[in-house]
C-alpha cells in the first residue's frame, strides 16, 4: 500500500529523518493561514499517489500566503495528469510545507531489489529527476548497497556507499545518519520501498527529506491498522483500486490480452505463454481457490474495465474450484456485459465435463493446453491487423 507525502514524511519524522514541517488539507482558505502560520516561503504539493507532480503542475513554490489560497482554490478537484501516469489521479488534499532553499538534490531509497533477493540502499547525486531516467543516462552514478533491517547497517558499508555516489563530502555524515533511521523506519513498519527523491542539500548545509514515497508490505497491512481506509485510493490505476474494493488480485500490465487463471503461480504461467506467443499481457488476475461464478464474473468484468483488451485468456485448474462454476460465471459475465471480444478457455480439473458442456456451442473457444490456448487467443485478438 502507496502512502502518501504527508503519511510517508509523518512516519520518517517519527525515526528522526529531517523533513520540512508542513500540514495536510483539503480547503484553501486552511491552506493560507498553513501558510501564513509557517511564515516565509513555502512549497504546496498536492497529495496524488503519482510520480512527477512537479512537471504536472501538483508542486509550486510561493512567497505570499494570499497566492496559496489561489492556487489550492483552483488545484482541489483538478486531474493532474504525467508521464508516469498519462490517466491522471485528481487532487483532493495538499501539503502545505516549509519551502527548502535546495543547494543539490540526491536520490535515496530503501527497497526490495527481487532480483538479488535482497533489500538494498540506492542512493545516487542525480537526485531531483525520476530515477527510472537516471538509471538509462547515468547508470554508473547509482550505487546500490545490500542491507539487512533486522541486523541494522554497518557504517563502513554507508561510507564506502556515500563517497561511490559522490556524495559531497560535508553531507557524508548526515548522509549516513539518514540512511540508517531509514533502514530502521523501513524494517519496523514493514515497508517494501522508501524513496527520498530529491533528498536535498540546502545551502546552509542541512540534508533534509524534501519528497518522501513509503509503501506497505500489504501482507503486513494488519499490523498498520492507522492506513485503513486510505487504501483503494492508493493504488495506481483506477482497475486496480477497484479490484482492491472487490477484494481481487488484480494488476494491471498495460498490454492488451486480459489474463484470467486461478492461483498466482498459473497466472504468470498463462503471462510467460502469452508473451512467447507474441502477445502483450493487460494484466495479472488471480480468481483465487473455490471461486463461484459470481466472483468469475466480477473478475471478467474487472478486466473487461481495460478498454485495451482485445481478448481474454482464462486459464483454470480446478482442484478447489469447480471449473463448471467458472465457466458459469463467464457465460454470465459476457452476456450482461455483451463484450464482443475473443475469449479462448483453458480449463481442467474438478467437474470439468460439465464445464466443457456448458462452453460448448457458445464463443468461447476452448484448448487443451496454455500454450495452444496462448497461441489461439494472440492470433484471435490481433486477427486483421
Ligand atoms: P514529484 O515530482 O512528484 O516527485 O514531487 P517532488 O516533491 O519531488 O517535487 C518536484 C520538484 O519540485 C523537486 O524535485 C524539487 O526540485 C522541487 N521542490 C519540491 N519541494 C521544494 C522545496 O521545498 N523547495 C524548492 N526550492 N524546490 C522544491
Ligand atoms: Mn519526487
Known sequence: MKLHEYQSKDLLARYGVPVPAGEVTSDFAEARSIAQRIGGQVVV???????????AGGVKLFDNPTS????????IGKRLVSVQNPTGMIVDKVLVAQAIDIAKEFYLAVLLDRSLQKVIVMLSAEGGMEIEQVAEEKPDSIVRVPVDPAWGVFDFQLRKAVSDARIPKEAHGQMIDMIKRLVKAYGESDADMIEINPCALTRDGKLVAADAKVSIDDNALFRHKQYAGTTSDSAENPIEAEGIKRGIAYVHLGGDIGIIGNGAG??????????????????FLDVGGGAQAERVKSCVELVLMDRNVKGILLNIFGGITRVDEVAKGVLQAFSELNADIPVVARIEGTAVEEGRRLLQGTKIVPAATVQEAAKKIVELSYAGR
Do not use: I, N
Not at 504539493?45 to 512537471?55: D, I, N, S, T, Y
Not at 496559496?68 to 488545484?75: A, K, S
Not at 498459473?266 to 508473451?275: A, G, K, N, P, Y
Open 45 to 55: 504539493k498536492a497529495q496524488v499517489l503519482m510520480g512527477g507532480r512537479g512537471k
Open 266 to 283: 498459473l497466472v504468470m504461467q498463462s503471462l510467460d505463454e502469452v508473451t512467447a506467443a507474441g502477445g502483450r499481457p493487460a494484466d
Open 68 to 75: 496559496v489560497g489561489d492556487f489550492v482554490h483552483d488545484l
